[in-house]
């Protein structure tokens, strides 16, 4: 399994990215796949999932109507939208297949190499 993130970069508050993850001798639809972030000194924090062979999804308090997770099957591709940028969103993001979400726990699979996100101005 590979998983390859990208598009991260330095964006001004209120700013937005998109990330994109693409598999390898992996089928994204048949697997729950997610984002988590991780900044310096702090946790690791799933912030969004898209669950196997639906479209349905689930999203951490601190980013619920600001981030989009979706998912192109014929690309083999997960994408995470982030809108209304803020600095607390800095970190590393990383793309990841997950395993179950229990209240506020996340238990993560597999993941790639992380992509940075810096919002600053």
């Known amino acids: 399994v590979q998983l390859q993130a990208s598009g991260g970069g330095l964006v001004q508050p209120g700013g937005s990215l998109r990330l994109s993850c693409v598999a390898s001798?992996?089928?994204?639809?048949?697997?729950?796949m997610g984002w988590f972030r991780q900044a310096p000194g702090k946790e690791r924090e799933g912030v969004a999932c898209?669950?196997?062979?639906?479209?349905?999804?689930h999203y951490a308090d601190s980013v619920k109507g600001r981030f989009t997770i979706s998912r192109d099957n014929a690309k083999n591709t997960v994408y995470l939208q982030m809108d209304s940028l803020k600095p607390e969103d800095t970190a590393v993001y990383y793309c990841?297949?997950?395993?179950?979400?229990?209240?506020?726990?996340?238990?993560?699979?597999?993941w790639g190499q992380g992509t940075q996100v810096t919002v600053s101005s």
């Open positions: 990841t297949t997950v395993r179950k979400i229990i209240g506020k726990a996340w238990y993560f699979g597999t």
């Open positions: 001798e992996f089928n994204l639809e048949a697997n729950t």
């Open positions: 898209i669950f196997a062979n639906t479209d349905n999804t």
